[in-house]
């Protein structure tokens, strides 16, 4: 069976992820996002899953630049329908909570439903080990902000439930390998570059999509980690390394850019 690993505890928004896309597969739990990585380089699992962006918070920024450092590809991407639940120990109410524990995305997500109390919020480094910590350590009034599974998991009551702040709450998963992803019917690309240093260099790359009329789903930047004030450009275009106008675009990339690293093809998700 083929194993994938995901950052956190079991129960973790990320294991739903692997789970929705995976009829059969062993899910292994890691501390970190670098540490889903290091599993996939060494061999440790096939595949990994980490959150790359929340229509509501953003992007994870350590995720991309971690897509940059690793050999690693883009398998597919899970966009999933984010619901998060506010989970205290069996007995406690919305009134008793006096502290609320959760990674600082969901906090992020939820910040209208606690603009509205007096809570103390504190970033935890995942949703479940949140959960997993309020009933290990077993003090009253306080919670975790995690998903309807890890109350199940971890023995918690639902204490108030779909708390996010926007209706459509979804985040971005990628589902990262070794392996290289089979061409779909509609696919999608996504590259990392650095510019050259000279006026209208952007705009010159982005003409390069334009003028054959490839649609670009995503444009973002950041710090390249070379020297300061130095970006990098992350891009998403649909369409497939082996489409011919695909080639055609990143061999004139490859001119019009100082770095060029392609993250992977793979399935376009339909929106």
Known sequence: MARAAFQGEPGAFSEDA?????????TVPCLSYRDVFEAV?????EFGTIPVENSQAGSINEAYDLLLEYPLNIFREIDMRI????LALPGDTLSD????YSHPMAIAQCQDFFNKTKIEVIPDYNT????KRVKEEGVRGRAAIASKRAAQIYGLDIIAESIESKVRNYTKFFIISKKVAERAAKNKTSVVFTTKNMTGALYSVLGIFATRNINLTKLESRPS???PWDYAFYLDFQGHIKDKICKEALNELKIKTDFLKILGSYPYVER
């Not at 692997?18 to 062993?26: A, D, T």
């Not at 380089?41 to 699992?45: G, H, L, Q, S």
């Not at 909570?97 to 609320?100: F, P, R």
């Open 225 to 227: 980690g070379n020297e």
């Open 41 to 45: 380089v060494n061999d440790v699992t």
């Open 97 to 100: 909570i006096k502290i609320v």
């Open 83 to 86: 619901n998060h639940y506010l």
């Open 128 to 131: 479940t080990v949140s959960a």
């Open 18 to 26: 692997i789970l929705s896309f995976f009829k059969y597969i062993e």
